[in-house]
Structure formats: C-alpha cells, structure tokens
C-alpha cells in the first residue's frame, strides 16, 4: 500500500473523492487497493467497529453503500468523544443495579400517585426528576458496554456530554442515579 493510498482512502471516508466512485470499472478498481487503508483508517478513527469488518468493505459489490455509511458516520461522529473517556465512568455492571433501583424507585413513584391526590403534582415532578438522572445513567452503560460497536458506544458518549455540564463530563462527575436530594431523613 502506498502512501497515495492511504491519502485516497482519507479522502474517500471524508467525503472528498477525488475520483469517480459513480463509474463501475473505478469502483472494481479501487476496491482492491483501498479497501485495508479504509478499514484501518476507520477503525483508528473509530467509525467502524472491528467486528463489523465482516460485512462492511467486506464485498466489492457493496463498496459504495458501505463507503456511504462511513461517510454518515464520519460526519456523525465526528464531535463525539473518543471511546477512552469511558473509562471516566463507573462499570457497566455498577451502573446496572443503581439503573435497576432507579426503575424500582420510578415505579413507587407511579404506584403512589393515584393514593396521594394531595401530592401528585410533586411526586409527576419527582419522577420526571428520576427519568431524567436514567437518561445519563442509561447513557453511561451503553458506553461502558463493551460488547456494543463503537458507533453505539460513540453516540452514548456524546448523548451523555450533551446531558452533563463541560466540566462535569471532563470529570467523570454524574449526578445521584435518584433524586437524593428529595429524600428526607428520618431520625
């Protein structure tokens, strides 16, 4: 592989080709040459899980469909974090059972609202309060989950940087996975 390869290859996965991908001949043509630089830059790039090597830019016939979901990626992912700021967060398998007792909790919450008329408003309030904590804890699973492709993993990370402040994402700081501050404690 040449370096001019790996230049084209770039420039395919960017969306900059500098040749005619709509010309069948091209297509067969370039397939053989660039289909390890693509895979190789799309991997480091993490847009293409090596798992998925099996089927995408596995096939000749399937190279321009595959190129264009690359592409899609690309532009998707291209302000998500990287897969390392995962590791911010705390194991899949933790935040398993605090998202079990979140839904235990939102259940209580909904249970109780037709027994307590006089609180209802603020135990709806209190519960939307429980699904939105989920929402980031759901988010921190999906991209502590290794058996995911990197492009779910990816989006979770960026769904979760969306939901927390710059500084508390670059912390690895989440909220409680409840509404701890509407406990009350009893003496």
């Known amino acids: 592989m040449s370096f001019a390869d790996w230049l084209l290859a770039a420039a395919?996965?960017?969306g900059?080709?500098?040749v005619d991908l709509h010309d069948p001949g091209a297509i067969h043509q370039q397939f053989a040459t660039l289909r390890l630089p693509m895979i190789s830059l799309a991997i480091e790039w993490e847009i293409l899980d090596p798992r998925e090597t099996r089927h995408l830019l596995a096939r000749q016939e399937d190279f321009w469909n595959d190129l264009q979901e690359l592409r899609r990626r690309y532009q998707e992912l291209s302000d998500a974090p990287p897969l390392s700021d995962a590791l911010r967060f705390p194991d899949r398998s933790v935040v398993n059972e605090l998202l079990v007792?979140?839904?235990a909790y939102r259940k209580y919450l909904e249970d109780?609202?037709?027994l307590d008329a006089v609180h209802a408003h603020e135990l709806r309030t209190v519960q939307q309060e429980v699904d939105d904590l989920y929402q980031i804890w759901d988010a921190v699973r999906d991209a502590r989950c290794d058996y995911y492709y990197v492009k779910v993993r990816r989006?979770?990370?960026k769904r979760l940087k969306e939901l927390l402040t710059p500084e508390a994402y670059q912390r690895g700081e989440l909220p409680p996975h409840v509404p701890t501050w509407r406990f009350q404690r009893v003496p």
């Open 101 to 103: 007792f979140n839904r």
């Open 12 to 14: 395919l996965l960017t």
């Open 155 to 157: 989006q979770a990370l």
């Open 112 to 114: 109780r609202q037709p």
């Open 16 to 18: 900059h080709p500098p």
